[in-house]
């Protein structure tokens, strides 16, 4: 079993839509938790980082972390076509920053 | 305010061949780690570098060697090359202050093709 697991996808929804992305992980000493949007050919860009369980909300982004069920979530509310994107969880045992586990990222498409 | 840089973007070499990949960390960052991402996978830890010494590594192995400049600047060696270390290399950089660490930023990385 991987570290983190994370569905490929891909996920097309439409404009304006509300989507959710997931991941789970195996590893209980992981304590911090991040979300990064990854365009083609671009460097992962980050876009939530929560420590610990609980929500953290930022714009149309709303991340999630259940820590006893070792799920976190991404939440987009009002998709844009500009949200088309891969994107990754990441997570570490240490301080954010150091050695982050990714999954394998999920492709979203927002269509007009 | 510069983020991240690398170089080459993009370079192609053959089987056995070593490669040289450059990092440029973000302004006022002290910390460097590299990432390979093969293709349609997420990133995967190489290792780190602060204060000029190899802090972290992940689960490569030794042909993957890297080096710190006292500017912060990294380079990352990938000697006898294999066609399966075909990837996107990303440098990230981020600051450490009194055992805090601030956020990672990555660059657009430097796409390696071996044939």
């Known amino acids: 079993q991987k570290e983190v697991e994370q569905d490929p996808g891909p996920l097309s929804v439409p404009e304006g839509a509300i989507v959710s992305l997931n991941c789970t992980y195996s590893n209980s000493a992981f304590q911090y938790f991040m979300w990064y949007r990854q365009y083609s050919r671009k460097g992962p860009e980050l876009l939530m980082y929560?420590?610990?369980?609980g929500n953290k909300e930022d714009g149309r982004f709303t991340a999630q972390v259940d820590k006893s069920s070792k799920y976190i979530s991404l939440f987009i509310r009002d998709s844009q076509p500009s949200d088309s994107a891969t994107y990754l969880c990441a997570m570490s045992a240490g301080q954010a920053g150091t050695a982050l586990i990714f999954g394998k990222g999920t492709t979203l498409s927002v269509s007009s | 305010d510069a983020g991240v840089t690398q170089s080459p973007t993009h370079l192609i070499k053959t089987r056995g061949q070593q490669v040289t990949l450059r990092c440029s960390p973000k302004?006022?960052?002290?910390?460097v780690s590299w990432y390979q991402q093969a293709l349609g996978q997420g990133p995967q830890f190489i290792f780190q570098?602060?204060?000029?010494?190899?802090?972290q590594r992940g689960n490569f192995p030794d042909r993957f060697s890297g080096h710190q400049f006292p500017n912060y600047s990294s380079e990352l060696n990938v000697n006898a090359l294999l066609l399966g270390d075909s990837a996107l290399y990303l440098c990230?950089?981020?600051?450490?202050?009194?055992?805090?660490?601030?956020?990672?930023?990555f660059g657009e990385g430097s796409r390696l093709t071996v044939l």
């Open positions: 302004s006022g960052h002290d910390t």
């Open positions: 570098y602060y204060e000029e010494e190899e802090r």
């Open positions: 990230a950089s981020r600051w450490t202050s009194g055992g805090l660490t601030g956020e990672l930023f």
């Open positions: 929560t420590y610990s369980s």
